[in-house]
């Protein structure tokens, strides 16, 4: 069993956890928990390592990684405490290479987050534009690392179904060319439903704190809003996508 602090890969699961300049610079990522590891395996994508606790040993994924020859190694819990980045750790955490995916040549239906900033809604974002079928997310410059511990949690494996790219914005335009581009707008001039999703989209979410940066408001050839009852001013900026994702994805399977 491992129990140093010290140890070479105790430290680099420690760093990839808390510095997103170290998982760039390794071009690694770390997933916590079960579902996370196992969903990732599933996806084909081999981890370098996977670190576990006596609390896991029994569990079927850690046999299951076994007799795969994936590297397992047995690690306490005061280490497991050290790597986890939860206040109450699952006993299993596995370094992975960090997914480099290839954008749709010609997409129909993309999402772009526009400074983004919180790890758990760029996490529910995701989770929701891969359920909603949606085919590449563009990341702004000025979005949290997808890789944030927080945002791989929250996304449930989306980052492995659904292609996600950091890109600045004259890359996000010349890919997003001869699509429609909407602005989620709470003070809009379209009606989220009563626009047409038949044509090839592209969707922008800005940030909760300001809205959709000048950059976004110009790409964008309209602005779409949900109409809120009882005076509510705005929806949180992952609930408002799915809202909208949903309505296009609805109409999609009407064609």
Known sequence: MLTSLQNEKVKL????????KARRKESKIVLEGARLIGDAVKQGIVPDFILYTSTASSDSLVSDLNSRGFSLISVSDDVMRHVSDTQQPQGIV????????TLPEKPERVLILDAIRDPGNMGTLLRTAAGAGVQ??????????????KTLRGGMGAHFRVPVVERPWSQIARYCQGMSIYVADSHGDIRYDEDNWSWAWALIIGSEAHGASEVAQHLAMARLYIPLAAETESLNAAVAA?????EARRQTRLR
Do not use: E, K, R
């Open 13 to 20: 699961v420690h760093a990839l956890q808390t510095q997103a």
């Open 94 to 101: 596995g370094v992975f290479p960090m997914p480099h995916p």
């Open 136 to 149: 590449a997310v563009l990341l702004s410059p000025d979005c949290v690392d997808p890789y944030n511990p």
């Open 242 to 246: 799915g809202v909208i994702l949903f």
